[in-house]
């Protein structure tokens, strides 16, 4: 193994940590999940949805904000990423809020 | 009718032109009518969501921004509303997006 080779997944494992995806579990599953990256000194921590789970990204930031970490400032941005489905290309929507104290 | 009765309605419906409230519509009736806001010279037109329409409100900001009028910037807020539910007062959260030229 090459030095090289060593290095690479601890930096995805870090920008793992740093980024919460959030998908088709209840929001508070993943408010713990934020939670738990402050807690090790992650900051900021991202929250990113894709489609449908745009809205729940919007809860869990809210919910950090308003009744876990009264500290956390959040700010936005949308974004459109192209993705291979069956039927050819198609465009999603993409939210990235990023969470810090 | 007073001068103050006849001022309302006017700041009222300035207020709805400024703003786009997004409902379960198919995405491209709210494209058409922030269109319609900028080419009667509204600026900024507000695109506002809660809920799971917050989605959809993010679909149309970026439609909006690269499809349709290129020039545009979106700047985003999240916030959250209490509501009144039939089981007492509800947390929903919000997004409004800024579109300027």
Known sequence: MTSEEAKKPTERSKADR???????????SYVLAVITQFSEGTNPVH???RGRSISTAVDVAEL???KFLKDV?????????????ERGKMNV???D????K
Chains 1, 2 share one sequence.
């Open 64 to 66: 950090i904000k308003n």
């Open 73 to 85: 400032k959040a700010s936005v941005g949308i974004a459109t990423e192209v993705i291979e489905a």
């Open 18 to 28: 740093d980024t919460i995806f959030i998908g088709k579990k209840p929001p508070m």
């Open 93 to 95: 929507s993409t939210i």
């Open 47 to 49: 929250v990113k949805a």
């Open 97 to 100: 809020i990023t969470l810090s």
